[in-house]
């Protein structure tokens, strides 16, 4: 489990592409402290398991479900990503509950000075959007936000000048996608209120007591 509390940002420095598949090495610092090999790091919001490291890089395969379903597939040599290890049990809950699952990709159709902050609208498919609410909290490309604003066709949020001076929001641009993850917990309660297809009834039997009973049962 994450927060949406980016650690640094990391640069991608290789792609090895496969068929459908990808292994990032990613160039890092602070995550690297106390890594070891299978630990989780979110990556532009997208959970990904370390498997291998040095003192500079750690390496993370993207499985072909990962590909389509984010924005990983955009990246090139150079790319700088948002990075976060997984919440320790002792740590400080400082963003939401974030589970690395992004549910889709948005497009960055706007971005605007507002004095000291910067507004970014980001258009999403009604899938996406049927989760986010006002006021409430959605993850973008990692980072834990608050929405400020929702439509039909897109939401937004105001961002401080430190969340966008230390994460990759600031390279975003309109046109540029981005990972989203909706509020899981909305999610867990759709679940439980919406009812449930019944399993369909076996046939009825045509035999009967009085069936048996003629034929000597």
């Known amino acids: 489990m994450f927060t949406g509390i980016v650690e640094e940002m990391g640069v991608i420095k290789s792609i090895r592409k496969g068929a459908s598949s990808a292994v990032l090495e990613i160039q890092a610092q602070v995550v690297l402290e106390d890594v070891h ?10 959970c990904l398991t ?3 490291f040095t003192p500079t890089t750690f390496t993370a395969d993207v499985m072909h479900e990962t590909l389509n379903r984010s924005s ?15 919440m320790a049990a002792n740590g400080r809950f400082g963003g939401h509950i974030v589970a ?3 549910d889709g990709v948005g497009t960055v159709l706007q971005t605007r000075k507002d004095d000291n902050a910067i507004w970014y609208t980001i258009g999403a498919s009604p899938e ?3 989760y986010v609410v006002e ?10 936000l608050t929405v400020a604003k929702v439509t039909d066709a897109d939401f937004s949020i105001s961002a401080i000048p430190h969340t966008v001076a230390v994460t990759v929001l600031q390279d975003r641009k309109p046109g540029d996608t981005v990972n989203l993850e909706t509020d899981i917990i909305g999610k867990y309660v759709e ?7 019944q399993p369909t009834q ?3 039997s045509n035999i009967t007591r009085e069936f048996l009973s003629r034929y000597g049962y």
């Open 72 to 86: 990983l597939a955009n990246l090139r040599p150079g790319s700088r990503v948002n990075l976060e290890r997984a």
């Open 135 to 144: 006021k409430g909290s959605i993850t973008i490309d990692g980072i834990s």
């Open 100 to 102: 690395g699952h992004v």
């Open 191 to 197: 679940k439980l209120l919406t009812p449930q297809a």
């Open 50 to 52: 370390a498997t291998s």
């Open 128 to 130: 996406v959007l049927r």
């Open 202 to 204: 076996r046939p009825t």
């Open 37 to 46: 090999i299978g630990d989780s790091i979110a990556v532009n919001g997208v």
